[in-house]
């Protein structure tokens, strides 16, 4: 089992900026792949951005793409989501997950095996 606890949501004004935090314990050594969704009320979780334990490498979705920054740090294993030049649609609760081993698509909720309670931002226009 991985245990994933979220921080850093909170409320921002348009144009803000704010750095969520993912710290993951327990089972770590078997991390292979996180992730950052989001959900807002009557829609689906949505795919924001994702990274390979092991290198490193990011995958964003377009709608973050310049805006979202993922990155980790190993030692603390802890994955952070920098968003930058927010927006009143970027309110929403957001998720981080944890792909343990190798496959799976790294942007479909299905293929992550561990999620975190959700951080709520709040973005004010």
């Known amino acids: 089992q991985v245990q994933l606890v979220e921080s850093g949501g909170g409320l921002v004004q348009a144009g803000g900026s704010l750095r969520l935090s993912c710290a993951a314990s327990g089972r770590s050594f078997s991390l292979y792949r996180m992730g950052w969704f989001r959900e807002t009320p009557g829609k689906e979780r949505e795919f924001l951005g994702a990274v390979s334990w092991s290198n490193g490498v990011t995958s964003y979705a377009d709608s973050v793409k310049g805006r979202f920054t993922i990155s980790r740090d190993k030692s603390a294993i802890t994955m952070y989501l920098q968003m930058n030049s927010l927006k009143p649609e970027d309110t929403a609760v957001y998720y981080c997950?944890?792909?343990?081993?190798?496959?799976?698509?790294?942007?479909?909720?299905?293929?992550?095996?561990?999620w975190g309670q959700g951080t709520q931002v709040t973005v004010s226009s």
């Open positions: 997950a944890a792909k343990a081993y190798g496959g799976g698509d790294y942007s479909n909720v299905g293929s992550y095996d561990y």
